[in-house]
């Protein structure tokens, strides 16, 4: 089994930062895939940003060039840097695991609410 613990959400303005923090637990390896998600009310998660065992990246339209995830292999966290927050980034962000081997299956963390006041 997989923990993962979030933390880092909060309250900001419009044009602030926040930066969110996963620690992953239990059954965890260096090749694991590792990202960011959000959700509104009424609608679907959606992905944030993502990260690879290489390093390789991807980000959703909306938030490239403000946005960064990284890892910390030592200590088997991600991070995701939100920069210029926009009210439209409000959502609760939940952090995701995937096997390399089993991509079907999704591990989550509880969520943290992240609220952009314009």
């Known amino acids: 089994q997989v923990q993962l613990a979030e933390s880092g959400g909060g309250l900001v303005q419009a044009g602030g930062s926040l930066r969110l923090s996963c620690a992953a637990s239990?059954?965890?390896?260096?090749?694991?895939?590792m990202g960011w998600f959000r959700q509104t009310p009424g609608k679907r998660r959606e992905l944030v940003a993502r990260?690879?065992?290489?390093?390789?990246?991807n980000y959703a339209d909306s938030v490239k060039g403000r946005f960064t995830i990284s890892k910390d292999n030592a200590k088997n966290t991600v991070y995701l840097q939100m920069n210029s927050l926009k009210p439209e980034d409000t959502a609760v962000y939940y952090c995701n695991l995937q096997h390399p081997w089993a991509t079907d299956y999704n591990y989550w963390g509880q969520g943290t609410q992240v609220t952009v006041s314009s």
């Open positions: 239990g059954n965890v390896f260096s090749t694991d895939l």
């Open positions: 990260i690879s065992s290489g390093d390789g990246t």
